[in-house]
């Protein structure tokens, strides 16, 4: 039976640190390495951030649209960089947040977390906007093959706002949409140990979040670290008592580094550090 991936998460975290850095090849980012913003820049990027990393972080989060917009080369890289990490030790978290209904979204989940595909990711982010019942295929086939979900659920950007604080009506305790997603992931969540694999994904940059329930017993992917502005130090004022679970994902604040493979690792590893100690005095 294949361990689930809230153990796998737990364990790596404990053994490497709690630290998600982000695999974006945007095009002002490879211009920043000195590439160019085609197939070959896109490959040499990935595996660089692969060889530098996948053997130290926790996580690695690839970004499919930086991938896709190549199309099917493209998809061909980010196909071979999913490999390459996972071989090394690092879980990989596809960042594509899909979000459908029926037989779309049951495709949608069978091609990053079916075993055998070429793009099977250890957990993906996912869109819950259509109703969080519509996530039931990859919620499904997650647990079938021990791989796990984040779920947007308070996200850093602004205009994620106005859906996810939204009101619900008919709930009698007037709780918003949110929260709603955030009570979801601690029903799917309840029982497991050390920690379930249905996560979501909450901002670092959102300052006091005590009135929301962040208990869900799952992990709780952190974006915002670096350069959008959080530090690791904002952690436990953010997460409160969940800031045990909470993954934070550092993107530009690494790769800005690049394309030295050691100054990746240093940056990688002082984030990590600081990261650790912050949880540590919480």
Known sequence: ????????????MDERGPLCVGIDPHASLLADWGLNDDIAGLERFSRTVVEALADRVAVLKPQSAFFERFGSRGIAVLEKSVEEARAAGALVVMDAKRGDIGSTMAAYASAFLEKGSPLFSDALTVSPYLGYGSLKPAVDLARENGSGLFVLALTSNPEGGEVQHAVRPEDTALRNVGATMLAHLAEENAGETPMGSFGAVVGAT???????DLDINGPLLAPGIGAQGATPADLPGVFGAAVHRVVPNVSRGVLRHGPEIGSLRASSDLFAEQIRAAVASA
């Open 1 to 12: 039976m294949t361990e689930p991936f809230g153990s796998r998460l737990r364990r790596a």
């Open 206 to 212: 959102l300052g006091d979040l005590s009135s929301y």
